[in-house]
């Protein structure tokens, strides 16, 4: 059985932030996200890891972020790193918002030590917090995979993932728009990684 997602995260740290430093389409993505939301927009960023790029970023433009993550020491860095956003622990499998609480909702990979019905559930509480026009950014790896074994960065984690057009299917049957998406391939800077191909995709609340 693979380690939660708060063990590892809490053991890989700045590790993680250093590795994905080179990740450009992350940083792509926010760029065109700060395209389309209205002035001080209200940002949640699930798995906000230690605050870097994402909830870095939206801050530095004025946009008024909220950052979860389920690892406290990740939280720890971030609130450091990124004083310009507010920071708490939070698993988004119990996490709640009244609905129309956020102009976009962030998800840089945080789904991946999830379940596939805990993915299902997940997508759709994201939907439901947008405001209409609102926006949803996923990243994640691709795959028809279920409760995989599998080491990351040198640690054992249980995965699961759904293929490209599957996340479109149940973002379309929540409500949401698909605008946006590609598939990248990256090599993260760390001596335990293996290659993987990343997808980003954007959808919006009508």
């Given at each position: 059985m693979g380690l939660s997602a708060a063990e590892v995260f809490d053991a890989l740290g700045k590790d993680y932030e250093t590795a994905f430093a080179g990740?450009?389409?992350?940083?792509?993505e926010l760029a065109w996200l700060l395209d389309q939301l209205p002035t001080?927009?209200?940002?949640?960023?699930?798995?906000?890891g230690t605050g870097r790029p994402t909830a870095e970023v939206l801050a530095a433009a004025g946009h008024r972020?909220?950052?979860?993550d389920i690892a406290p020491g990740m939280i720890e860095?971030?609130?450091?790193?990124?004083?310009?956003?507010?920071?708490?622990?939070?698993d988004l499998r119990t996490l709640t918002y009244p609905a129309g609480s956020w102009n976009a909702v962030t998800a840089f990979f945080p789904l991946l030590q999830?379940?596939?019905?805990?993915?299902?559930d997940a997508l759709r509480k994201f939907a439901e917090w947008l405001t209409p026009g609102?926006?949803?950014?996923l990243a994640t790896v691709p795959a028809d995979i279920e409760n995989l074994e599998i080491e990351f960065m040198g640690?054992?984690?249980?995965?699961?993932?759904?293929?490209?057009?599957?996340?479109?299917?149940?973002?379309?049957?929540?409500?949401?728009?698909?605008?946006?998406?590609?598939?990248?391939?990256?090599?993260?800077d760390h001596p335990d990684a293996i290659a993987e191909h990343d997808l980003f995709l954007a959808a919006r609340k009508s």
């Open positions: 990740l450009t389409a992350h940083r792509e001080g927009a209200q940002v949640l960023d699930i798995g906000c972020v909220t950052g979860c860095i971030a609130r450091a790193q990124v004083p310009g956003a507010r920071f708490e622990v939070a999830l379940t596939r019905a805990e993915i299902d609102g926006i949803f950014l640690k054992p984690v249980t995965v699961s993932s759904y293929p490209p057009e599957e996340f479109e299917r149940l973002l379309t049957g929540a409500g949401l728009q698909v605008v946006r998406q590609r598939v990248v391939e990256f090599l993260p």
